[in-house]
């Protein structure tokens, strides 16, 4: 991205965090896209930890799912004031009839063996009545092309979802699929991109410093 005003390649900041912790997570049972589960006391801590660490950030717009658990996780900013656009794009993958279950390698074979399915590149896989990964690729271009069409928006938080969020990495950063796991995620965890006009570049990577107590 050029500026004309300064003559200079201007760079797109973008804030990416996964939502605070829930009560579903603490269970580990899954959520998905289907389940719009709330923060739990942790992942308000979470949240005011993420707001205290960012709050001086002059955010030109926040982007969130449709999901309560991000508009939560980003409260802080949005009492602020700044303009706010949830997209379902950004919301989390469709497990199927596995939402709101506890899965674990013992219970669920066929969850696991879809997941191994995914490694080996098998991205169009998914589980009865849910998404595949390569469905929630297609979903998020309409997100990153609606975000980079708004270069006026410079500096930008998003909040989303763990799977989905492994997923957009991929996308951004031109990894197969496959390769998404290797985006490790936490509740609130941080991944700084910059945004030249070319190619995205990652200047932070499941950072979690700012859930440290003070």
Known sequence: MFSKASGKVSVKKIYLIR???TDFNVRGIVQGSGVDSSLNETGHRQAARFFAAYKHVKFDKVYTSTLQRTHQSVQGFLDLGLPHEQHAGLNEISWG???GTRITAEEDAEYHEVLQGWKQGITNLGLPGGESPDQVAARQRLFIELMLSRPEEETI???MHGRAMRVLLCQLLNYPLSCMDSFEHRNLCLYKLHYTGS???VHSFMDTMHLQPT
């Open 19 to 21: 939502h605070g912790q």
């Open 97 to 99: 009839a596995r939402e």
């Open 157 to 159: 938080l998003v909040c």
């Open 199 to 201: 190619m995205f570049a």
